[in-house]
């Protein structure tokens, strides 16, 4: 039997605390050749869609954290000074 299309889910509900939780989920699908491992590729897909479901927790978690500061060029830290960019601004 020659397979065309292999697709692949993963989906995973974290915890967060204080009774929150979020479930993060990805689909995958990939058109093989024929003589192409059928295996090989489904266990490619799902490694490929376990990584995506930790980014986007790892991305869920920091947006959590506070946002570290830092000083450029020897002034004053970036968070204290709003410099507005745009048309809006009149620039």
């Given at each position: 039997?020659?397979?065309?299309?292999?697709?692949?889910?993963?989906?995973?509900?974290?915890?967060?605390?204080d009774?929150?939780?979020?479930?993060?989920?990805?689909?995958?699908?990939?058109?093989?050749s024929?003589?192409?491992?059928e295996d090989?590729?489904t266990?490619?897909?799902?490694?490929?869609?376990?990584?995506?479901?930790?980014?986007?927790?790892?991305?869920?978690?920091?947006k959590?954290?506070?946002?570290?500061?830092?000083?450029?060029n020897?002034n004053?830290?970036?968070?204290d000074?709003?410099?507005p960019e745009g048309?809006?601004?009149?620039?």
């Amino acid at each position: 039997m020659f397979i065309k299309t292999i697709a692949v889910s993963y989906e995973r509900k974290f915890n967060l605390g204080d009774f929150n939780s979020a479930t993060l989920g990805c689909s995958i699908w990939a058109s093989i050749s024929e003589g192409e491992n059928e295996d090989m590729c489904t266990q490619l897909l799902q490694d490929k869609c376990r990584e995506a479901v930790r980014e986007e927790y790892r991305k869920l978690i920091n947006k959590a954290q506070s946002v570290e500061t830092f000083t450029v060029n020897g002034n004053s830290p970036v968070d204290d000074e709003f410099i507005p960019e745009g048309d809006i601004y009149g620039n």
